[in-house]
């Protein structure tokens, strides 16, 4: 089931995740960030902005502005679908037939009987407006700390971790990705 976010009709400030299905790294596995960016790339095509981010094994954080003509729902929704389709391709390139068998038999009867396939990313995913700037900051510090903190640990400093905005919030260095400084938009 898809969580719809209600959107007003004005431009609007996100947070949000979405997340591989069961939590197995399949960013990871598929070697999967760069078909991210190009959907970062879509989103800004669109007039949206990213603002921050993190790329994890197995999740995606990041804080998007969304012009009042765009439907942040909507965005999300088509994004996991197509990027889906590119992860099942993927693995079945490097052979990982055992996973994507295990994907295709978590697809619930119902689902199957209109066309999908394979469960590649938790049915939902969350998207909270961001109202003020202590939320705003709030969500800052746990995007670009999410690398380091907890089970992860995948870099000793958040700003070494290449699938994030840190390095650019910490030294105004952009990353892999150029990201939108929230003063830009956040008023």
């Not at 070697?31 to 190009?38: A, L, T, V």
């Not at 295709?104 to 939902?124: A, L, M, Y």
Request: hydrophobic letters at 35%; one cysteine or more.
């Amino acid at each position: 089931m898809t969580i719809k976010t209600s959107q007003d009709s004005d431009d609007s400030l996100f947070f949000c995740t979405f997340t591989c299905f069961n939590w197995i790294p399949l960013f990871e596995i598929t070697n999967f960030y760069s078909e991210i960016y190009k959907w970062f790339d879509i989103l800004v095509e669109r007039e949206c902005k990213i603002i921050a981010y993190v790329i994890m094994p197995n999740h995606c954080h990041f804080i998007v502005f969304v012009p009042s003509k765009e439907n942040i729902s909507k965005l999300v929704a088509n994004g996991k679908r197509f990027m889906a389709y590119e992860i099942v391709k993927r693995l079945q390139n490097i052979g990982k037939l055992k996973l994507l068998k295990d994907l295709e038999e978590s697809v619930d009867p119902n689902e199957k009987k209109i066309g999908k396939r394979h469960n590649v990313f938790q049915p939902s995913f969350d998207a909270k407006p961001i109202f003020s700037e202590k939320f705003l900051f709030q969500k800052l510090d746990y995007i670009h700390h999410n690398p380091v903190s907890g089970k992860w640990n995948l870099v000793e400093v958040c700003t070494e971790y290449e699938h994030s905005s840190a390095k650019y919030y910490e030294f105004g260095e952009f990353g892999i990705y150029p990201v939108t400084h929230y003063e830009d938009v956040f008023g």
